[in-house]
């Protein structure tokens, strides 16, 4: 029996996992050559997560600093993967009033975990690229997007029988089958297959 686990995408003739994917933040240099926070993207991962504002100062990616540092090394460890996660760390200069006229300037520091991509796009349904057939009471690999999870793993061929998904019997249900193999974008599922016998005996 055949193995597979596979990574459910939106649109694999989109590109999304192909191009460098943002995470809703406009950056400007600041006076000190930091990068800030200039703009916000409407329904960007950056707006969702409610942390963050403009003016804010990049500290860090992914625990690594990067103050001070040119834009495009800032910018490559920004972009990634569309659906993947960054860890960001910003600093934020806050006035505290303690009775005096002025007040005084105190740093805080924000570490939001964003979603590279619009979280509109990363919670549509998604599919691992992969076309079934039914022939008597059983299901058959018919065809693979070139671009798909089931062509990547490399371990899946044309005519494979699909017996079980994330251990679940699913022989001659082929509805309940596109229910289960179809998810959220990212998330995995663990396929079962039997490859036929060429020669005609048991798989």
């Not at 930091?34 to 990049?58: H, P, T």
């Not at 019997?169 to 990212?186: C, H, L």
């Amino acid at each position: 029996m055949l193995k597979s686990i596979l990574t459910k995408a939106k649109s694999w003739s989109s590109g999304k996992d192909k191009k460098p994917a943002g995470i809703g933040i406009v950056f400007q240099v600041g006076p000190d050559n930091g990068m800030y926070i200039a703009d916000i993207s409407v329904g960007g991962s950056a707006e969702e997560c409610k942390l963050l504002r403009k003016g804010d100062c990049l500290m860090a990616v992914d625990g690594k600093d990067v103050y001070r540092h040119e834009e495009a090394a800032v910018a490559n460890c920004v972009l990634g993967k569309f659906g993947t996660q960054v860890a960001l760390k910003f600093r934020r200069n806050v006035i505290i009033t303690d009775g005096s006229p002025y007040g005084k300037n105190q740093f805080i520091f924000i570490s939001p975990c964003l979603a590279r991509g619009k979280p509109a796009e990363l919670s549509a349904s998604a599919g691992v690229g992969m076309i079934l057939k039914q022939i008597g009471h059983n299901l058959h690999v018919k065809a693979m997007s070139p671009d798909g999870s089931a062509e990547a793993c490399g371990k899946i061929k044309i005519n494979d029988m699909l017996v079980a998904v994330n251990g679940r019997d699913v022989s001659n249900q082929i509805t309940e089958v596109s229910a289960r193999i179809t998810g959220r974008f990212g998330s995995k599922v663990r396929l079962h297959f039997l490859r036929p016998n060429p020669a005609g005996g048991p798989p």
